[in-house]
């Protein structure tokens, strides 16, 4: 039973007419909230991300800075080596009576035991005779005339010097030619 006086689906009298803006409005509400959920996880993925990165590299700087150390304390100790190794050269340079062969071959079998020790941590001995005055390489102690040398180049050695892999342990003590 409808009553005669009000007409159906009238704008002032439809039911449906005030809820069709609000369900847009909820639509609005529900794009916004879903695009809003969308930045805050783009940017926390984006955080992640940098963070992550930020974390390999410090794990890398670190690991990087624990193997130089590591290397500087290997250096120094191979730097003692390489003394001894030095006094062994010396002393296997003077002649020995008959009756210390025995002593000289034990010294002998020290000196080479070292320096195969030397050799297995990578250090290795800077050829310098007849070679060119590197100043990264040789430490000049005198220069002399030498006839028949070139200007500037390595006539005498009065210590070896040393490198571990491509890092100077210590530098050659030398005597470099001068231009006569």
Not at 13 to 37: G, W
Not at 99 to 121: F, M, N, P, W
């Amino acid at each position: 039973m409808t009553d005669p006086n009000i007409e159906p689906n009238t704008p002032e009298t439809a039911v449906d007419a005030p809820d069709v803006p609000r369900a847009d409005a909820a639509e609005n509400d529900a794009d916004t909230a879903a695009s809003r959920l969308q930045r805050e996880r783009d940017e926390l993925y984006d955080r992640v991300l940098r963070k992550s990165a930020e974390f390999d590299n410090y794990r890398k700087r670190i690991e990087k800075e624990r193997r130089e150390q590591a290397e500087w304390a290997a250096a120094d100790v191979l730097t003692d080596v390489v003394s001894v190794l030095d006094d062994f050269d010396r002393a296997l340079a003077v002649e020995a009576p008959p009756e210390a062969k025995a002593y000289r071959t034990g010294v002998e079998l020290i000196h080479r035991q070292l320096g195969e020790l030397l050799r297995k941590r990578g250090v290795t001995p800077i050829e310098a005779l007849g070679t060119d005055f590197d100043p990264h390489l040789h430490q000049a102690v005198a220069y002399d005339d030498a006839p028949g040398a070139r200007e500037g180049e390595v006539i005498g050695e009065l210590r070896k010097g040393y490198r571990l892999g491509e890092r100077l342990l210590r530098p050659a003590l030398v005597r470099v030619a001068k231009a006569s």
